[in-house]
């Protein structure tokens, strides 16, 4: 686990879930601004995330293109099984493949709603655009499969086994859901 000031963590949401195929497809780094007041600067990040990719894939003889691991830790979830950089966007997307059954039934309950890049920061600098952001180069080391939505209102996209997608939005925070379930109670009483 990467830790200390050059220490990078970044969450983004999940897109798409195959169930019958056990995959999870999203974006793992887009160049926008955080709720950290941070921006991911893709043009100097693309080089390290192929790298990082590229170490995988000949480590593995092309059976994976990256780690995914749960929630950070050292625990190994699965893998990276596509990669793809889109310069126009600006986003690097990822699909993986989750082999750890705990892990999986996680993304089929909706527990894990996300991914969040862990690697280190290369260089920070002053966003020129906004004086109050910083942007940076990331170098990634792992992806994970994280709970914790910095977006509650996403959506994605779980592909069932019998190949119909269902569209499914994220669960509530647990005091939204608190909240709807009272003023739910209050509306069969009377």
């Not at 798409?16 to 926008?32: L, P, S």
């Not at 990276?80 to 892990?103: L, P």
Request: hydrophobic share 35%; charged share 30%; with cysteine.
């Amino acid at each position: 686990k990467t830790v200390g000031p050059d220490a990078l963590s970044l969450f983004i949401p999940i897109t798409k879930v195959d169930v019958a195929k056990r995959e999870v497809w999203g974006v793992m780094a887009a160049e926008e601004a955080d709720k950290a007041k941070e921006i991911f600067d893709y043009e100097t990040s693309k080089a390290y995330f192929q790298e990082w990719s590229d170490g995988f894939q000949k480590t593995t003889d092309g059976k994976s293109l990256g780690n995914v691991r749960e929630m950070h830790q050292p625990t190994a979830a699965g893998k990276v099984i596509a990669m793809q950089f889109d310069d126009a966007q600006k986003t690097v997307a990822i699909g993986s493949k989750v082999v750890d059954d705990n892990e999986w039934r996680k993304c089929e309950e909706g527990v894990y709603t996300g991914f969040s890049m862990g690697g280190n920061y290369v260089n920070r600098w002053k966003d020129a655009a906004k004086a109050d952001h910083m942007r940076y180069t990331a170098k990634p080391a792992e992806v994970s499969l994280v709970d914790n939505p910095c977006i509650p209102s996403a959506t994605f996209t779980v592909v069932k086994a019998d190949g119909s997608e269902e569209l499914r939005k994220f669960a509530p925070p647990v005091e939204e859901k608190a909240a709807e379930d009272v003023s739910q109670d209050e509306d069969h009483s009377a």
